[in-house]
């Protein structure tokens, strides 16, 4: 079992930046890939970036990419999401998730990850 607990919303003006943290507990951190999502009123989850497990592969949704940075701390047992240029369209819940078989092929789809986060609030303003 693995607990994930996201921090570091809040409201924050369009241009401005945040960054998100997400410490997990229970078993070993550093085996698992941890994916950031959102999901926005009335919209379905969606895809924002994965980490692999060691921190040295990243992905993006092309939404983000140039914008966001997703890194890792594993003797913390933590993951981060740096959010910068933010855009209003970016206002959403954002989540963590942490997969042990993530693959590239997979690495977006929500349902192959094992465990989440109860997600924390971003909103932007224009």
């Known amino acids: 079992q693995v607990q994930l607990v996201e921090s570091g919303g809040g409201l924050v003006q369009a241009g401005g930046s945040l960054r998100l943290s997400c410490v997990a507990s229970g078993r070993t951190f550093s085996n698992y890939v941890m994916g950031w999502f959102r999901q926005a009123p009335g919209k379905e989850r969606e895809f924002v970036a994965v980490?692999?497990?060691?921190?040295?592969?990243?992905y993006y949704a092309d939404s983000v990419k140039g914008r966001f940075t997703v890194s890792r701390d594993n003797a913390k047992n933590t993951v981060y999401l740096q959010m910068n240029s933010l855009k209003p369209e970016d206002t959403a819940v954002y989540y963590c998730?942490?997969?042990?078989?993530?693959?590239?092929?997979?690495?977006?789809?929500?349902?192959?990850?094992?465990?989440w986060g109860q997600g924390t609030q971003v909103t932007v303003s224009s």
């Open positions: 998730a942490a997969g042990l078989h993530i693959t590239i092929v997979t690495m977006r789809r929500g349902t192959e990850y094992d465990y």
């Open positions: 980490i692999n497990s060691r921190g040295g592969s990243t």
